[in-house]
């Protein structure tokens, strides 16, 4: 899922206020201190990679291909029948489950994520407050999912042995998780088939899924199985389900799937889905029904409404074999085509060069209207969500960014399919570092990384289950900041080459295999050939932070001649976590300046030069360099401020990074 869009432009007026606030209230007499200034590059226009042939009406049918890329543990075949008038959608689906372990299974587990919104009482409700990235509940906007029949393939109802289950709270109101029981148990590489008819009652569009107007956004639609995890998965040592309810800062996780979906929609409506068409539509009346068939994803999500305006175009690249790209656009953005594809096609080129092929054979892209904000930004596998279509014309590049975000995600949360309930930075963390290397490489943007260390006010460890985090905007700082930061620092360890190497193998040894942390820090290890525990400890497991200070300036006069000369003795300690090379500027009374490197090894040092005129100033990490230095206030200090002074300045300044950013973020 992308940040709320409006950050970065808001991010940018209020890196100016605060850098320079900061360079102001920090500045000393002398002015080659550095300042905190955007590095904002210039976005070029947006240029088409060829001239775009006409598009097409009508969506192409496609057919599955042999290949089998991942271990389709399920199949879903399900016919699903939208009233638009009611706001419902009316399913049945046929699910065979194949047991991927060695242990006898009594019970099979659902995901019933529509049950999310079925009341302020449910665990997403409580914990979110009804928002997410700003979008509230809509008033009268609940929704629900309820089971109306479970059958197995003898025909004998299960309905009397369902459970609803809160593993993680223990909160009975929420019904987003269901324990069916089997009349008959299941062994290890045995298949289990159950047929279930269900109701959806769409909420109103806040977070992610639902209905606005005529428009629908099904995500999480469907009774969709737990992830079983065999020994070995994600290092578990003791076989077993793994189980989450739906959390108000939490994703997904799945097993990879073959799906083979029916939706049935007005004749008026169009349809956009995960996979492709496989047949024309077949009409009936005033109805008609798309089939819709996708593999190796663990997800299948659609949309619909009368509005869309429909384009699609081939692409290929060296690395991209083949793809349809598909534009479902809100008639506000029917002109903007041009920069949608664009988007699409460097993100899909690029990022198959630099983490293996993108293999389905469609990307679709799905613009809201802006009432349906709230399923923007969001990735389903081979389907993505812009945000809402609000303005004709979207300017800073949002638009591109956000089809980026989504599209890499396609590489990290699509095909790499980590756990986003307990370790979400291995999707949102990633996702927003390539995002930035895009970003900066297509439209010359660059992030603003003293900006966004600085907003880390809260770190906790990477590893923390999604809705542990606190708020939103907690979540989202260390999740998806944090995250990306921890990548950029080992990156400024090893050099971009090297890191490149490291996700590049990371990339393609974990596609369909749901890694963890602990996978990801194997191959920085393996890569560069040394040991990354500490530093995994500190930053990633124990979400410590850098945190170096200057505490004390003692100047003194140590002239023996007639030539002056002083020793400035500057006292630095290690408050953080350690991390090595350690720059530090001095700056001494006639502007001279000199640098050091410290190991930055030990808890405190005390460094003594000698020069013929006092120091004025010193400064850790002049350069912004340290890029998970958060506290970059305590870093400068002067040689003959008053402590008192200094003390309540720095407090003041503090105080600013706060107001300014702490009421806007997400
Ligand atoms: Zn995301």
Not at 298 to 311: E, I, L, R
């Amino acid at each position: 899922m992308t940040r709320r869009n409006m950050i970065f432009g808001i991010s940018i007026i209020s890196l100016c206020l605060i850098g320079g606030a900061l360079t102001f209230a920090l500045r000393p007499d002398q002015d080659n201190l550095p300042s905190l200034a955007s590095e904002m590059g210039k976005p070029q226009a947006v240029q088409s990679l060829k001239e775009a042939p006409p598009a097409t009406p009508i969506e192409s049918i496609q057919q599955p291909t042999a290949e089998v890329l991942s271990q389709r543990v399920t199949e879903y075949h399900i016919d699903v029948s939208l009233n638009e008038k009611e706001g419902t959608l009316t399913g049945s689906e046929t699910l065979t489950w194949t047991h991927p372990g060695k242990k006898t299974v009594n019970e099979l587990y659902f995901h019933l994520y529509p049950n999310a919104f079925a009341s302020a009482d449910t665990t997403f409700m409580k914990e979110s407050g009804g928002k997410l990235r700003g979008d509230t509940m809509p008033k009268d906007g609940w929704g629900n999912m309820e089971l109306t029949e479970i059958r197995t393939s003898d025909g004998i109802s299960l309905l009397h042995r369902i459970q609803y289950v809160q593993p993680d709270d223990g909160n009975v109101k929420d019904k987003t998780l269901v324990k069916v029981r089997l009349p008959v148990s299941v062994r290890g590489g045995e298949s289990v088939t159950l047929r279930i008819n269900f109701t959806v009652k769409l909420p109103k569009i806040f977070a992610r899924m639902g209905s606005a107007g005529d428009f629908v956004m099904a995500g999480q639609w469907f009774p969709k199985l737990s992830v079983y995890e065999p020994v070995g998965t994600r290092g578990v040592t003791t076989e077993g389900w793994n189980l989450h309810q739906y959390h108000g800062n939490s994703e997904f996780y799945s097993d990879f799937s073959i799906y083979n979906v029916k939706i049935n929609v007005p004749n008026n409506y169009t349809v956009a889905a995960t996979g492709f068409p496989t047949k024309a539509a077949v009409i009936q009346g005033d109805r008609k029904t798309v089939q819709y068939y996708a593999d190796d994803v663990h997800d299948f999500a659609w949309s619909a409404s009368p509005n869309f305006v429909y384009a699609e175009e081939p692409f290929s690249s060296p690395d991209v074999p083949g793809v349809r790209i598909k534009l479902y656009l809100d008639p506000t953005h029917k002109d903007l085509k041009e920069r949608y594809f664009y988007a699409a096609k460097v993100a899909l080129s690029n990022f198959s060069k630099w983490y293996g092929q993108y293999p389905y054979s469609t990307l679709s892209i799905v613009v809201p209207p802006i009432e349906g904000n709230g399923a923007g930004g969001m990735e389903y596998p081979t389907l993505i969500t812009a945000f809402g279509a609000g303005n004709e014309s979207p300017s800073n590049n949002e638009l591109e960014r956000t089809v980026i975000h989504e599209i890499g995600h396609q590489f990290f949360y699509g095909m790499i399919a980590s756990n986003e309930f307990e370790e979400a930075w291995l999707d949102e963390g990633f996702t927003s570092y390539l995002e930035d290397k895009l970003m900066e490489q297509e439209f010359g943007i660059k992030p603003n990384l003293p900006l966004q260390v600085a907003m880390i006010s809260s770190p906790i460890s990477l590893t923390q289950v999604a809705w542990k985090y606190g708020s939103s905007d907690n979540y989202a700082k260390n999740v998806y900041y944090r995250g990306k930061l921890v990548l950029l620092d080992i990156e400024r360890q090893v050099g971009n080459k090297t890191m490149s190497r490291i996700l590049t193998t990371y990339a393609h040894k974990y596609r369909f295999r749901h890694p963890t942390t602990t996978d990801f820090q194997r191959i920085v290890e393996q890569v560069t050939g040394r040991s990354w525990k500490p530093y995994f400890k500190q930053y990633v497991y124990d979400g410590k932070m850098t945190d170096y200070s200057i505490d004390n300036i003692t100047v003194n006069s140590i002239s023996q001649g007639n030539d002056p000369l002083f020793e400035s003795i500057v006292d630095i300690s290690q408050i953080g976590a350690t991390a090595p090379k350690i720059p530090i500027l001095f700056t001494f009374k006639d502007g001279h300046t000199t640098r050091k490197v410290w190991s930055g090894e030990d808890s405190k040092v005390e460094l003594k030069l000698q020069y013929k005129e006092p120091l004025a100033w010193a400064m850790i990490d002049p350069d912004y360099s340290l890029v998970l230095e958060n506290k970059h206030i305590n870093n400068f200090l002067k040689a003959e401020v008053d402590g008192t002074l200094r003390t309540r300045s720095n407090l003041g300044i503090v105080k600013l990074l706060e107001a300014v950013l702490g009421s806007f973020l997400w």
